[in-house]
């Protein structure tokens, strides 16, 4: 018999149990040939004895090499190696990765249509120009750090953790609530919420709930994309309804009901993603008028309403009488950092039941810790006082861009510019297609990882969206001159 | 006229934007009956000169006193407060709550059927013997703090977070696969994974990619009652299969094929849930054999492989030949803290593509500062002697539970000690109804939020998961005594 005990070498210090390193080290003994097909393994008494473990822990081993194939049991004679071996590479063994593509089909399914409007190439000295996200610089960071050290907080945020989550830390849905009524005109309360990951899961779970295969649900051209393809997903019917100066068209869209059932409608009335575009006032008061008179369901995305230039925001839909029509989601992601995933759903009962439940079957509880700090940083007004200095940023940043835009792009760029949030949209001329400039972009060491559109023929459709708010103005001038450089 | 000026007073400093103050601050006046239904306002531009605000300001209080049909438009002659006015209360003026139950049906929908298994009850004094979660108490706080402090560190996951999410941070996908190869013997790449929030995304994302609805997902009873939610939730026939002292059982399994397609197993094999049985030797080859001659795909949820006590644990069945079949799925989350929600999952190229795409329409991306603390935590090999340090920990307690429960509870209760994992599965006799016991443990300030099941008949159908791991020995026996006390 071979000196097993001396060719096998457990390290009870290794994280690797010592079953798997028993039969990882058999297995390297056949690869070398120095255990040979055929041969007979001792018993498993035997073997715990010889290398002073369990017997079990032999037992396991034994079963690894069994699953794996090196070895077979041979009925009343025991183990014994494989007489046939495949192919072995000495000196190289791997366990095999299994993942190999699937063998069995896998159904066709909505989620394969993959847009990434954007390249991926990093290098530390490339300028990120993105879609409209906060500067990381102005995050509560220091805060959270203290928080992690205050072992007072902990513990008590210990114990709410401790309990199965309903849709979000009760503090913070108290505090949220009456942030909005406060800065909305809504009148709710904490029942009228689900906390999410920021208003993408919200538009996921609401869209989710929503929609059936078969179902219309009515959206912009263009559109925030990730919605459009969240929609797509369910199986329903996106019909599209244009966008100009005003925003949605609200007379396109009173169309649709005569023809077809409408379900749902998806709007960003503040800003509208892609194009910033502020719904007008008339359409406001006609949509809310169609709401009625049709009696569909409405996603209001307001993600960025704390952001404004002028103090002249436009108040919610929801907060005006819709008939728990609309549901109104937000985010506070745009408020803190992009890391800092907090955002809400605000509905009728019915659905804001449905919404804590998928909420939890999509991932059990948010960031206890996050969600506690925002809940205090509200209360304490200082995501407000964050806010007002964070606007004021933004704003000079975004009259800076739009007058370097001006004054170098004018020949290729047209843009509107808006009255809030954290990104222009900026059309290309016709013979600057955007794709080819973002090419262009990324070999000169700029990223424009803004969601873009190319579609000839709507008026929309050679665009980009420039975040400006998470940079300086050297960083954007920096950016505008590689532009300019590549639109010349 | 009215003395605007003095009525109506802006402060500029208050987070509410001026135009809603002017609008709210004119409702209240209507309210208190100083501007009486009937009465013209001055047009926008003398009130833009009285209020000293820009006349696009006054547009839009107007605009949202029209939208709340306080006032109306004359043609010609300006706006005037509505003649009939609705009942007003004064001096208790808000907002009305438009989110009222939905005017508009919603659709019948599968999450319908909410299962929530505990009752919601929180003193501070309570104790709560939750499903088996870590112990928070060795969460790495203190090193989040410090990375939240660390400037060098925070500028460059900020350029990290900067750029679109592939599935979460390439360092953690490099330092997570290496860890599961050694202590797994897989053999993957970063390529074959998707970082998710926890094992809980992890389960909803690989449903929604595999399973249409009418498709059969075939489960253990009792399950993992999140699992089966969402497997409901897709639409999805969900065919169940009995679980013994071996695990699931494995010939029961192996009949479906015979009669109907499966096209998904969900199985626990290392410790199932609810019942912490670990699936034998012999089921698992008969198990790996039906997968390779039906060509099913297979969910493996592996979330507590890392805590076995006794250096033998059973290595996943991914580790074997599958030809891509195996979904295989983690978390970190057990080894850090509830709110450090971080799994993973693993499966064949097709199927990881789909995931990515779908975990980012789901949730744009992770929280970047947590998976960058995580990979270091690999890599510094920190997280192997944070587990080794908790293993310990959670067998001592572990033991302790079994020692107290044999020696209070023998009477009432039936157990087998686990071999790992953080949670003990307890079976009550039949005249100690799992549902009575928990609301007599809550009244007596002992909450059981642990998966309980009902179900009388099934050797499992009266038991209640234990989670031991997050408890001090005093905490332990105290809620021992507590069920002693209601099981007399």
Known sequence: MLPYQSL??????????????????????IQDGIIQPGVYFPGTRQMADLMHVNRKTVISAYDELLLREWIEAVPRKGYRVKPQLPGIKPRSFHPKNNFLPAGSPIAKHNYDNIHTPWK??????????????????????????????????????????????????????????????????????????VITRGAQMAIYIAASIMLKPGDNVVVSDPNYIFANEIFAGTGANIITVKVDNEGLDVDELAQIPLTKPVKLLYIVPHHHHPTTVTLSATRRLKLLQLIGQFNFHVIEDDYD???????????PLASSAHNGNIIYIGSFTKLLAPSMRIGYLIAAPEIVKKAIHLRRLIDLRGDTFMEYILAKMIISGDLSRHINKANKLYAQRCAFTCDMLSRKLSHAVEFTKPNGGMAIWLRFREQYPVNKIRDDAARNGLLLTGMAFHQPGNPNGNGIRFGFASLSEEKIEWAIDILLKILK
Request: net charge negative.
């Open 8 to 29: 096998v070498l457990v390290d009870r210090a290794n994280v690797l149990p010592v079953y798997k390193q028993i039969s990882t080290r058999l297995i390297g003994l």
């Open 120 to 193: 991926r190439q990093i290098t530390n000295t490339d300028i990120v120009v993105n879609d409209g996200f906060p500067d990381p610089a102005l995050a509560p960071f220091k805060d959270l750090s203290n928080l992690y050290r205050d072992s007072i907080a902990t513990e008590k945020i210990l114990h709410l953790m401790s309990l199965p989550d309903e849709g979000g830390l009760n503090l913070l849905k108290e505090a949220a609530s009456s942030f909005l009524n406060e800065t909305r005109g809504l009148n709710i309360g904490k029942a009228d919420m």
């Open 305 to 315: 309403y704390d952001f404004h230039y002028n103090n002249n925001p436009i108040l």
